[in-house]
């Protein structure tokens, strides 16, 4: 743990405190490329009416956006929180490096914002889940899968 790193993690810490004075959820996001900020973000969700928008969410998108590439290998991530199922698989699919929080996702579930029910969801047979789901029509899917496959223009990642 270095000093920028505190300093990054203080950074996403004073974004989720901003964030509340403005009505938004207490959570803010940096990301961080050879020890400089490429992007910054809060929970946006009750503001933009979107509940997708999550601090590391908006953060991944401007960083991916900058630096022109959905790769965002060499990159870090620093959060007031530890993230969420979404989240955590969105920093994934990013290839971030590594993950700094400060905040555990048991403070978070102690002001309600409980995601491990989502935790138990996803390791749950899906007739067994809260949400119903149904498979159909896989057949007619895999076609795309195949030109996939096939395809000359693709770009793998
Ligand atoms: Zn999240």
Redesign the pocket.
Known sequence: MSEKDLMFVRRAIELSLENVKRGGGPFGAVVTKNGKVISESCNQVTLTNDPTA?A??GAIREAARKLNTFDLSGCSIYISCE??P??FGAIYWARIDKVFFAGTRFDAENIGFDDSFIYEEISRPIQERKIEFKQLLREEALEAFRAWEKSENKVEY
């Open positions: 999550h590391e969410i993230p969420c979404m989240c």
